[in-house]
């Protein structure tokens, strides 16, 4: 390997290096962007409420809004604390949900709840 050959891979590596360390340090490679609730609730919340506002197994709590308002917990504040620390049989989420996305998810629930569940996700 010639001497030209050698500063452009050395050059190569470091402006690589560059990049790399670029990405870690905005976070974009450590985390994912900034989500919206729809892109909160498919990830994280669907899996048990699969229907939107319904549950997967009969008879436990549900996502309407009238189910909401009559246990009391009908505001972004309530929701974002179950989200974050679970409740009943649910677990929190707070170590998957990023910053400030316990309130994000918290309005998208409460919006969507009060309009009926009358959404179809992006795809």
Do not use: P
């Not at 340090?25 to 962007?33: A, F, V």
């Not at 179950?82 to 677990?91: D, H, L, P, Q």
């Not at 929190?92 to 969507?112: C, T, V």
């Amino acid at each position: 390997m010639n001497k030209s050959n050698k500063s452009y891979l050395f050059l190569t590596v470091i402006f690589c290096l560059v990049i790399i360390y670029s990405s870690f340090n905005s976070g974009s490679l450590l985390s994912s962007e900034y989500r919206d609730g729809e892109t909160i609730f498919k990830n994280i919340c669907a899996t048990c409420h699969v229907r939107h506002g319904k549950v997967i197994q009969e008879g436990l709590k549900s996502l309407r809004f009238s189910d909401l308002e009559e246990r009391g917990i009908a505001n972004i504040n309530a929701i974002s604390e179950i989200a974050n620390e679970g409740i009943g049989y649910m677990k929190g989420y707070k170590n998957k949900l990023g910053e400030g996305e316990d309130k994000i998810i918290a309005e998208w629930i409460i919006e969507n709840s009060k309009r009926g569940w009358d959404i179809q996700f992006n795809k």
